[in-house]
């Protein structure tokens, strides 16, 4: 069982920027590829960014150049740093927690709203 719990949503101005954590719970972090994905209302959701446990990433085109993903595995954490959001970044944006070594499990957090005004 792994429970992902996200900080650092907000209100931010276009242009801007805003970092969001995503805490992990028990003892697979190092086994996991972590994620950022965001559903706008009444759009699906969407992959924002992947990190493998080796650091490789992976961005959706829409983001490529403003967002980073990381992660510190000594602290079971993943983080998404966002520069020069725009209006269209606005969005619920969830951490996710694959685990292909053990059944392809998927865990979510409860996510964080993002609004960024225009």
């Known amino acids: 069982q792994v429970q992902l719990v996200e900080s650092g949503g907000g209100l931010v101005q276009a242009g801007g920027s805003l970092g969001l954590s995503c805490a992990a719970s028990g003892s697979l972090f190092n086994s996991t590829v972590m994620g950022w994905y965001r559903q706008a209302p009444q759009k699906q959701r969407e992959l924002v960014a992947t990190?493998?446990?080796?650091?490789?990433?992976n961005y959706a085109d829409s983001v490529k150049g403003r967002f980073t993903i990381s992660r510190d595995n000594a602290k079971n954490t993943v983080y998404l740093r966002m520069i020069r959001l725009k209006p269209e970044d606005t969005a619920v944006y969830y951490c996710n927690a694959f685990l292909p070594l053990y059944g392809n499990m998927n865990y979510w957090g409860r996510g964080t709203q993002v609004t960024v005004s225009s």
């Open positions: 990190i493998t446990t080796g650091g490789t990433t």
